[in-house]
């Protein structure tokens, strides 16, 4: 019997074509994979459309919608799941689809940064790519990002440039991969099922605010967010978690009122006991803010919607857990096993 996979496309520059006014979304599931499912027979190619738009414009409710999709696609012997989507927030969606609850099957997010109508366009070989990994023997029960011949765990892809071929990374991190002559060869493997977040209740969708912290920043934007009455904050800091000492007492503030993550603006982790001035990172963990560990600011706030719409309550210990297990898993005792391929 053939491996049955599930093509879902959300939209995104994979699905773009230009009429001469700019790209937009033109292609659904079945266009995208006409082509792959010719030349992969021996699998059983199931294609759905979830949306056809920009990423910019997907939501929280369609991310659940996709989640559940996922888990009736396993419960019926699905052997693994690709989505398409627009690579803007696919770091984004990923990573909550990863949270929403560890899948029985691989499921591989992918995209392209050059659309369908270009000369030569980068969709096709990565979604081929993502094919491949899902029906790979060395693909776990996980949420990976497949660009550019790379494979990345969703809580670790990053998009670090606009328009380059490879502007996704794992950063700090090691990457789940990569792909070779038309296998996954795995680099590490499979990390640990993160502690899963229940669905979203009601309809009402949690406010979780970005606030990017830049030189001489006073305090305007905070004061305000306090009587706005946000569900959340995540304060991109700068450095290794720092900000304006005349900032910290509102942040404080804000604190006591709802969880506030302390990432950095830069992507990288966030020092938790280096820096005692006031402003600095000791200072406002001590008033109340959470640390982000290597989560980007965009992860954190995913991560606060998730906790915060599923209802459980408990927030700020369940944060810190997630945070925690992600950060620690850049230690060095925690760095990739010898190269692992998978068989041809």
């Known amino acids: 019997m053939r491996p049955k996979i599930k093509i879902v496309s959300l939209g995104g520059t994979i699905s773009m074509r230009s009429e001469g006014a700019g790209l937009n979304p033109a292609l659904g599931a079945e266009a995208l994979a006409a082509d792959l499912a010719r030349r992969t027979p021996q699998v059983e190619l199931i294609r759905q459309d979830l949306g056809r738009v920009a990423s910019a414009n997907l939501d929280l409710a369609l991310v659940n919608r996709l989640s559940g999709l996922i888990a009736g696609f396993a419960a019926e012997g699905g052997r693994g799941v690709i989505v398409t989507q627009g690579t803007d927030t696919l770091e ?160 404080g503030r804000l604190a006591r009122k709802a969880p506030v993550v302390l990432c950095s603006r830069t992507g990288g982790m966030v020092c938790e006991r280096t820096y005692g001035y006031a402003g600095a990172e000791i200072d406002l963990l001590s008033r109340g803010l959470l640390a982000g560990g290597s989560l980007s600011p965009a992860k954190a706030r995913v991560a606060l919607l998730a906790l915060l719409g599923d209802g459980r309550g408990d927030v700020a210990r369940r944060f810190a857990e997630l945070a925690a297990r992600v950060r620690d898993e850049t230690s060095p005792d925690t760095r990739p096993s010898p190269l692992e391929t998978a068989s041809p």
Do not use: Y
Request: proline share 10%.
């Open 92 to 251: 984004e969606t990923a990573f909550l689809t990863e949270l929403l609850g560890t899948p029985a099957l691989p499921v591989a997010f992918t995209g392209a940064m050059r659309g369908a109508s270009a000369d030569s366009p980068d969709g096709p070989a990565n979604l081929a790519d993502a094919l491949a990994f899902v029906t790979s023997p060395s693909a776990g029960a996980e949420v990976v990002v497949v660009m550019n011949g790379q494979v990345h765990a969703a809580r670790h892809a990053q998009k670090t440039d606009t328009t380059a071929l490879d502007a996704f990374s794992s950063r700090s991190h090691a990457p789940r991969g990569r792909l070779h002559e038309g296998r996954f060869i795995a680099l590490r493997p499979p990390f640990p099922p993160l502690p899963s977040v229940g669905p979203r209740r009601g309809d009402a969708s949690p406010r979780v605010w970005i606030a990017t912290i830049g030189l001489d920043m006073d305090e305007t934007l905070f004061t305000l967010g306090e009587d706005a009455g946000p569900d959340g904050w995540v304060i991109a800091a700068l450095g290794a978690g720092h900000v304006p000492e005349k900032l910290a007492p509102v942040l």
